[in-house]
């Protein structure tokens, strides 16, 4: 049997075990366990058959105000189990990790893992995360990361798409922790080896075409913190011409609605020439045209910027149909007493022909071919209730037909 006196020098036997706990009370039942696990013929234990878990060399790494790599190890418990790879993460963007995967044989192999806080992306004040350590089947470790920021400088542009030749507005976004001295001191650097400026807001022209290191260093007398964007500048894009209509088919002096679609590129358009095919223009953006005669017409339009100028042909792009006639009428009394000569009047829209034929239904049996007849509803019998009659027109040209129905029109009095 083994006896362990605390305060006195373990021997490798209890070290091995000791390490495998990490407070004394776990240790002491490690150690009370140990006549149990001795397998050797050295007297000295083999791996015990505990779950696999892995330990860390810490609960929290603290940043603290300026440091931004810190590192801690895992590592597996003693155990003869096979632990399995472990992934690492952080829990905020501003949390990497490395590596993302790894693993540990026990404790004399632990695995450094490496944590580096990215402060351009934190708050300013107190940031709170954690990397958390897992693998299946294996209770999670957690680390808990903590740092802090007084001042944090950012900007933003306008516009967002920098034109080389152009001025650009660099807007001062730099913020400072509460209880902090508000920011005094601005240093623009625009990296085209211009000189730098103080203002907090400055306009800037890049002559030339490229990527440029743009980075302004903010200080409040106390602290101070740089922030650097890569500003993409490209040069100058003519406009790109385009355009849809609605309806592509219409009828003879029915409205087609055109609608620019065009891209300005990098200026702005200022004028759109349309030219609808029919020997009619228009300077509209979004002009509305009728077509007077049926056919396919191509359409034209041009858009200019201050870069330039670009131009877009549809060829028989609007297909113009022959419009068909709409069936309308109406009467000189819809109440008319038995034997009274009601007067019909046709009120048809002849489209785009002339109406050729007339096709009346008065709801009685009787009809007419006529274009504005008179019709005569005769009593039959005793009336002694009102007799509703639906009247119907049909009209007919070379382009086609249609039929308009007004249900109980007539209603012959008693």
């Not at 049926?294 to 042909?313: K, N, P, Q």
């Not at 709409?326 to 046709?346: C, E, I, K, N």
Request: with cysteine.
């Amino acid at each position: 049997m083994v006896v362990v006196k605390f305060g006195v020098p373990m021997d490798r036997c209890t070290q091995y075990v000791r390490r495998s706990f990490r407070s004394p009370f776990k240790a002491l039942a490690g150690l009370l366990l140990l006549p149990l696990l001795l397998t050797g013929a050295l007297g000295c234990p083999g791996q015990p058959d505990f779950l696999v878990a892995f330990l860390s060399s810490t609960e929290e790494l603290a940043f603290g105000e300026t440091d931004t790599s810190l590192s801690f190890t895992i590592s597996k418990v003693a155990t003869s189990r096979i632990a399995p790879n472990f992934t690492v993460s952080g829990s905020h963007p501003w949390i990497s990790v490395t590596p993302l995967i790894g693993n540990s044989a026990g404790p004399s192999d632990p695995a450094l893992v490496t944590v580096t806080v990215n402060r351009a992306l934190m708050n300013v004040g107190a940031n709170f995360g954690r990397v958390t350590v897992s693998a299946p089947g294996i209770q999670p470790v957690t680390v808990d990361i903590t740092a802090t920021s007084r001042i944090r400088a950012d900007f933003t542009i306008t516009p967002s798409l920098p034109i080389a030749g152009s001025p650009i507005t660099f807007l001062n976004a730099s913020t400072v922790a509460p209880g902090q001295p508000p920011i005094t001191v601005f240093v623009w650097n625009f990296g085209d080896g211009s000189p730098v400026s103080t203002l907090e807001n400055p306009v800037h022209i890049f002559n030339n075409v490229g990527t440029f290191a743009v980075s302004l260093t903010v200080s409040n007398g106390v602290v101070s913190d740089t922030r650097t964007i890569q500003i993409g500048v490209s040069g100058m894009v003519g406009p790109t011409a385009e355009f849809s209509a609605a309806p592509q088919t219409p009828f003879i002096n029915q409205a087609v609605q055109f609608t620019d679609l065009s891209n300005p590129g990098t200026g702005t358009i200022s004028s759109w020439l349309w030219d609808f095919g029919d020997g009619q223009s228009s300077n509209l953006q979004n002009p509305s045209h009728m077509y007077s005669m049926a056919a396919a017409f191509s359409v034209y339009l041009v858009v200019t910027t201050e870069v330039g100028s670009d131009d877009e042909m549809k060829m028989n792009f609007i297909n113009v149909q022959p419009a068909p006639p709409t069936a309308d009428f109406t009467v000189s009394d819809t109440t008319p007493m038995p034997g009274q000569s009601v007067q019909f009047t046709d009120l048809s829209i002849p489209g785009s022909s002339p109406i050729s034929a007339w096709s009346w239904n008065f709801g009685d049996g009787g009809s007419s071919t006529l274009q504005s007849p008179a019709h005569i509803y005769v009593a039959q019998g005793i009336y002694t209730t009102m007799s509703l009659y639906t009247v119907s027109l049909t009209v007919t040209t070379p382009v086609g037909m249609d039929t308009e129905v007004k249900p109980n029109f007539i209603n012959v009095q008693p």
